[in-house]
């Protein structure tokens, strides 16, 4: 038997490596305390669904089992697609939802994003189910467990909500994760011919890791767009809820930049309103906003900080570099990547040349998402000491809502604390290779003086 332990329970969600940190009893004591939370918010049910991962099975069945000890009713879903789960708490008769998934994280990983009474918890709720599991605070009952395909209904939502003005011809890279169950068939709905990678769900993801945020993840799908005949390329991480893009002649569009052309077709709908994106995004994205009528609002990183934001402001999108796009214009809200990819095709079939709009989006010389690798809670030390001492050169402004955006003349610099890893996130942008150079220095001076014994990443 495992030992609870803390450090699963993330910013976000819940996540751990099985046999280590998570087990099916571990689950059924997770299950016990959101059953109780739920119940306490007045819920009598709960959804739960599974990703393709080997250990599904074992913990979802202990969540269930937790669920049901606490009073509640389970209705299962089986494997899913994370936001078919997010789905499920619209159409369903519950507004609360378990997804077991290890999302992008390696095959050993597991965990569960969890949406309690209509919000997707994070931060001190998260830590309240760990200390509700410690205090032993739990109701009891007799819940019942139902299986419910919801397949046909989501496909049909969607497949309802968008209409191409032609049919395309895309390649669609799953990585074997969970969303190769579904993308293939919801394009083909809606009416594109397909070239399937990698979308046998295969936990063990053996031909690259279903993670778009990363290049090397990409170079298969690049390879098959030049080597054959379709227009464009879709790609998706391990639980289906990110988006990467990839044009005809290999070049990838990573997610700030997909934002500007949701931004401008929501704003033709929803003319003035806020458009949320987080603190990774590119420079471009907030004039592009504004001189289509749009209200620009940077936020911090994080799925569930997003869709909090968006509930606050009301705003009709918002999107992070990561690849989570949140649509609350003709969908619900929550972060849905075959959906994304459905009103990206949409935008796409007006186009003679899909690439050819892409490519010509404003763009600078830019990094991926870097890491500089430290031991548990010295990230956040460190981000901490670069506030109160960094002095960076010529900045133009410093904006701290979500560790160090350092905007300089003619570009950016980022550094923050990972909520979920023990890691500094870094990404730099430029208009020249030049300039990138010397924004990197000018973090490499503040940040070894601050930790001489650094590893970066640049």
Known sequence: MLTLAKSIFKAYDIRGIVGSTLDAQIAQQIGRAFGSAARAKGETSVVIGRDGRLSGPDLAQGLAQGLQAAGVDVIDLGVVATPMVYFATHHLPTSSGIMVTGSHNPPDYNGFKMVLAGEAIHGAAITALYERIVAGDFTSGQGEKREYDIRDEYLQRISGDIKLARPLKIAVDCGNGVAGAFAPQLYRMLGCEVQELFCEVDGNFPNHHPDPAHPENLQDLIAALRAGDAEIGLAFDGDGDRLGIVTKDGQIIYPDRQMMLFAEDVLQRHPGREILFDVKCTSHLAPWISARGGQPLMWKTGHSLVKAKLRETGAPLGGEMSGHIFFKDRWYGFDDGLYAGARMLEILARQADPSALLNALPQSVSTPELHLHLAEGENVQLIEILRAHAEFSNPQEIITIDGLRVEYGDGFGLARASNTTPVVVLRF????????????????????????????PF
């Open 429 to 456: 942008e430029a208009q020249s290779a030049d300039g990138l150079t010397r924004i990197q220095a000018d973090f490499r001076r503040v940040i070894l003086a601050a930790r001489p014994d650094a590893k970066l």
